[in-house]
């Protein structure tokens, strides 16, 4: 098990590696100048090749790179033309948002999603599991964004039950004091429930359609998982050994198939985290994909670099923490 | 079912390829007497603030988003096939640091990864499709791995290493016309993801930029008019994604079915 | 002395997209209280079907299409599933193949029994565990204590069978179904596998069936032997009985085609293949094969006896002198 531990650890080093490199490439590599950028547009040739020289565009490959990692220490990510402030300091205060629309999501797509695809093997080619199907085939191939959209149409324009897609509270309510950054969790702390009913009210329909997303490919998995495992041979022993079936179905299958979903749940935060930014577009959230796409509109590239840096190294450890887990939860790992 | 499928892509392709010829309206061309007006008979699907006939531009659109998923995955399978191919027959410190890359490519989820490569490089067609074709490559290049090591032990690359064939005629003209089913599954199913992330970056600014239409951005281009009730202009772009997207799907599905049925569950 | 589990003209057909399979047809057996009985035969010759046919464990595409099973009174097939609820795992146990991926990866096999000792009222609730334990003694396993917490990957092929022996005779069944046991596990563990069966059988007066396709397994571990080709059962007797004298063609042939010890004589395959069943031969399934076919064969063909304990389903047995090997 230490072992186990200890191997996956070291694994996260070199992969934090690639992963700055990756957006060192992409940030100083790839075409384009930055100090151009840096520079402005009233720069001469001058002002640029003093910029080039300052920024260190003109060493070697390997030293820039080196200069790039000692900067992410310090944790310079750059500085955003928008805002005018450092990279860090705007994704820090923005991540909240992300954060609690990417949790509400998750829990959306984990309760409907897992239990879905345990009954639709359960109860093979029934009705609910010719539902799962189509879901799991048809939300697939559905865009996000598309989704979206049409539920921003039928809930907020024709039904009139969600809210307009202006951010994470409406408009004539104050924030409660900051404590997590989660407006939910904040607004239940100091009991604010005008605030925590805005919230949520704001939530809902951003997270329903982000957790749909992944939802599709989630059923489809924790039921291709819970068929093979209702074929196993345990299972047919648990049979043979008159035991009822709500402790073998709901029990003993159940549990054996929740382990492996558990390195799932990995999978699925990938793509929370891809669709995040078009929800975030859609629903003007004010989150870390918002402030990255905003960037890129205005030809501001720091923060896109460093923005797919950010999700490149919590998706890392978010593959880390989901294999720790499943270590610790399944035996066969845990020990020896 | 499949065979729908089967023939929405047909249909979408040579709608598509023979656009210019078979729509009445000309896609860019402003009709300001007829703007944002709703589904009728002489718009079938509407037309947007310029007067643009919504149904000529989607299947003008259509050449763009399919050529872009077309030439991403033919870029990423060459890519891929080669490097899984070389990695999987020589082993060792090539195979080694190939892995690597690899991994470091999945480390992101592919979307941003699109994303930041395309900011990276720009706005062009071209681009894009490096894009996205990079974040496709680990599939192919993983699964003709595997092959590769399946195949290496098998007989018949012994056979052919003794009558003297030089190592790269084995690798290429022996086992490579193997690998190929499970690969036709594959990228017929990621032709559907391509199409989705290129309209996702599309929607989002980062893909294909106006005047040329594409999908992504049609939908863009509509999300304004939600809340002033011109639903066409969002809706039927999606609509093409989406059924576009689900045809590949069935039809990658019913291949995998035919071609290579131990690849179920996958 | 009344039979303990009699099976009467038993038939299994599976649906399958290329039509149906008739994997058993009007299979006969008859179990005796604390007898230890073998069912042999060639894979597929519908053995494992018919075991599980016992317990009703089959699911749809294959379907009991008539006989009756009896056992202790009751025909099992008449049973609701509430009831055959209660005779599973209780007075009826089975063992099967593959002893590792038979455990729950994720329990440990104490609590495994516990569970089966409480479901099943055989220990009352705070003894499950010492109950437990003492089982998993008497199977042989050392510290059992220890062994109790812990998990199927963590045993040998040899003790994972142990733990599913204990777990089979926790609660005392009447007969025990064990389907190819010792697959898989090395030959002195096997034998050891074999012993204990035995052993625990007449300690607890279980009755034992025991599905192999090995004879050898049969001459040293069973009182009696039914012989079973392609879905039908062939041949009944005494192992003595069968070995001395095989009455029914395919067992002599069955004989005929095993290796000596000693080298003496040749090893004969049985000519031809099991017949397709799908659409088997009307009548004894073994007549496309056998050297003493008649027109009789083409029909069902009726049981005789022929000795003492000893019955075959051949029309051509009589007169047929065995001069063969085996003993």
Known sequence: MLGYIGRRILLVVPTLFGVTLVTFVLTYVLPGNPALVKAGPLATPQHIAEMERRMGLDQPMAVQYWRYLRGLFRGDLGE?????????????????????????????????????????????????????????????????????????????????????????????????????????????????????????????????????SVMAPLTRMVRATMLEVLESDYIKAAWAAGLPRRTVVYGDALRNCMIPVITLIGVVFGFLMAGNVVVESVFAWPGIGNYAVAAMMSKDSGPIQSFVLFVGVVYVFVNLAVDLVYGLVDPRIRLR | MSLAALGVIVAVTLGAAAAP?????????????????????????????????????????????????????????????????????????????????????????????????????????????????????????????????????????????????????????????????????????????????????????????????????????????????????????????????????????????????????? | MTDLLALRDLSVHFDTDDGVVQAVDGAALRIGPGEVVGLVGESGSGKSVTALAILRLLRPPARVVGGRIEFAGRDLLGLSEEEMRSVRGSQISMVFQSPRTSLNPVLPVGRQIERLLALHGAAAPGQARERAVAMLREVGIAEPERRAGQYAHQLSGGMCQRVMIAMALATNPRLLIADEPTTGLDVSIAAQILELLRDLGRRTGAAILLITHDLGVVARLCDRVVVMHAGQTVEWARVRGLFHAPAHPYTRALLRSIPRVDGAGAMEPIPGGVPSLLAPPPGCRFAPRCSLVQAECAAPVSVRTIGEDHAVACVAVEGAEWSGRGR
């Open chain 2, 21 to 266: 010829l078979i729509m009445p309206y000309d896609p860019d061309a402003p009709d300001a007497d007829h703007a944002l007006e709703a589904p009728g008979p002489r718009h079938w699907l509407g037309t947007d603030l310029y007067g643009r006939d919504q149904l000529t531009r989607i299947v003008h659109a259509g050449r763009v988003d399919l050529l872009v998923a077309l030439a991403a995955t033919a870029m990423a399978l060459s890519v891929g096939a080669v490097l899984g191919a070389v990695s999987g027959y020589r082993g060792g410190w090539i195979d080694q640091l190939l892995m690597r890359v690899i991994d470091t490519i999945q480390a992101f989820p592919s979307f941003i990864l699109a994303m930041g490569i395309a900011a990276a490089l720009g706005n062009s067609v071209t681009n894009i499709v490096i894009a996205i074709a990079i974040t496709h490559v680990p599939i192919y290049a993983r699964l003709i791995r595997g092959e590769m090591l399946r195949i290496r032990e098998m007989e018949y690359a012994e056979a052919a290493r003794t009558v003297g064939n030089r190592q790269r005629r084995i690798i290429f003209y022996h086992l490579l016309p193997n690998c190929f089913p499970p690969v036709i599954v594959q990228a017929t199913l990621a032709m559907g993801f391509a199409i989705l992330t290129v309209a996702a970056l599309s929607y989002i600014g980062l893909g294909i930029r106006p005047p040329t239409s594409e999908w992504g951005a049609m939908t863009a281009e509509g999300a304004g008019y939600i809340v002033s009730g011109e639903w066409w202009i969002f809706l039927f772009p999606g609509v093409a994604i989406m059924a576009t997207v689900l045809s590949f799907n069935l039809v990658g599905d019913a291949l995998r079915d035919v071609l290579d049925p131990r690849m179920k569950g996958v």
């Open chain 1, 80 to 212: 955003s033309h928008i805002t005018g402030r450092p990279v860090l300091e705007d994704l820090v205060q923005r991540v909240p948002a992300t954060l609690e629309l990417t949790l509400a999501a998750l829990l959306v797509a984990l309760a409907a999603g897992i239990p879905l695809g345990v009954v639709a093997a359960v109860r093979r080619d029934g009705w609910l599991d010719h539902v799962s199907r189509l879901l799991g085939v048809g939300g697939v191939a559905m865009p996000t964004f598309w989704t979206g959209l049409l539920a921003l149409y039928v809930f907020f324009y024709a039904l009139g039950v969600a809210p307009p897609p202006l951010g994470r509270l409406a408009t004539d309510i104050t924030p409660p004091p900051r404590v997590t950054g989660l407006l939910t969790v904040d607004a239940l702390a100091a009991a604010d429930w005008r605030a925590l009913g805005s919230a949520l009210h704001q939530l809902v329909l951003p997270a329903l359609v982000l957790g749909f």
